[in-house]
């Protein structure tokens, strides 16, 4: 059974950076997509940003193309997002989360639910 373990959310002022990391582990990965879901107060699940497992390829939101980035870090096991320029409305909690799909098909999704695995989430607070 896979597991994904979040952390590295947190409050900070508007511009500011945050960095968040997802701890994989359990069964083999190889073929895996691993991104980063965003949930706004009151707001549907909404993918954020994906990176494949096996080679490396990326998806960006248009909201958070330029300020985020996603890495992974494969003798680790971790997926880390960096997020600078940080917006109110990026507020919300941030998941985890892993499935064997295309990272676009994975990230664009309209129904995140049906996506195999899920971190716990990890909350971010924009605010001055």
């Known amino acids: 059974q896979l597991q994904l373990v979040e952390s590295g959310g947190g409050l900070v002022q508007p511009g500011g950076s945050l960095r968040l990391s997802c701890a994989v582990s359990g069964v083999s990965f190889q073929n895996l997509a691993i991104g980063w879901f965003h949930q706004a107060p009151g707001k549907e699940r909404e993918g954020v940003s994906c990176?494949?497992?096996?080679?490396?390829?990326?998806y960006y939101a248009d909201s958070v193309k330029g300020r985020f980035t996603i890495s992974r870090d494969i003798n680790k096991n971790t997926i880390k997002l960096q997020m600078d320029s940080l917006k109110p409305e990026d507020t919300g909690v941030y998941y985890c989360?892993?499935?064997?799909?295309?990272?676009?098909?994975?990230?664009?999704?309209?129904?995140?639910?049906?996506?195999?695995?899920w971190g716990q989430g990890t909350q971010v607070t924009v605010s001055s």
């Open positions: 989360a892993a499935d064997y799909a295309p990272v676009q098909t994975m990230c664009g999704t309209t129904n995140p639910a049906r996506l195999r695995y």
């Open positions: 990176i494949s497992r096996s080679d490396g390829s990326t």
